[in-house]
């Protein structure tokens, strides 16, 4: 049998949260002083009832969309428009992208071509990742003002072992419907060791 994934402690959750929220800061303009430039600039320390936090900003991410915490404090991260994983070890961005995944559609939405990802709840034994993603449908013209096509979403199985590709990687579940509009979706572990695929986007009436 599968045990559910532990809960996040608060701390944790915490700086998970505010992390990401360095991750998609803006940077800095050019010529920009120390009065105007962002707090994200320095080292933040957050003050919480559960824990103190501190907080570093992470460079060098274009649109940052899911992290997955590692056992081992690493985390994977994705972006929009891209097809591979990011890798931020001891607080850096590694600079070789994690590749293995299969096109993804790119739009200038911002609610749209997100690349979701998650850890298996046995990551230390299995070291097995899960990836969603919306694969563009063959041959159709990118129309719109996003300049985007049709897409179906995908799930995929790969292998992480640490290096910069993904191993065994395998769709295991792929949509039998299309879709043109916003696009987004996302993945969770249920306490009876099932992964839940939810695709769709708030403010829609569809069901995931």
Known sequence: MTRCPRLLSAAT????????????????AAG????????????QVIRTAAATVRVTAIRGLVYPWALALLPNGDMLVSEQNRNTLRLIHDGALDPTPITGIPEVITSKRRDTAGVEVIV??????????YVAFWKPKPGDTPQGEDNSVRRTA??????????????DVKAIFEA????????????AFGRDGKIYFAIGVPGFTERA
């Not at 298996?120 to 070291?127: A, C, Q, W, Y």
């Not at 995908?154 to 191993?167: E, I, N, Q, S």
């Not at 039998?176 to 993945?187: C, H, K, N």
């Open 176 to 187: 039998t419907s299309e879709t043109d509009g916003p696009s987004a979706a996302r993945l």
């Open 120 to 129: 298996h709840p046995k990551f230390s034994e299995n070291r097995l990742i």
């Open 32 to 43: 920009q002083t120390a009065a105007t430039a962002s707090p994200l600039d320095r080292p």
């Open 13 to 28: 959750f915490v700086a998970s949260v505010v992390l990401l929220a360095a991750l998609i800061r803006v940077p800095a």
């Open 154 to 167: 995908v799930l995929l199985r790969a292998r992480y072992d640490g290096t910069p590709v993904l191993k």
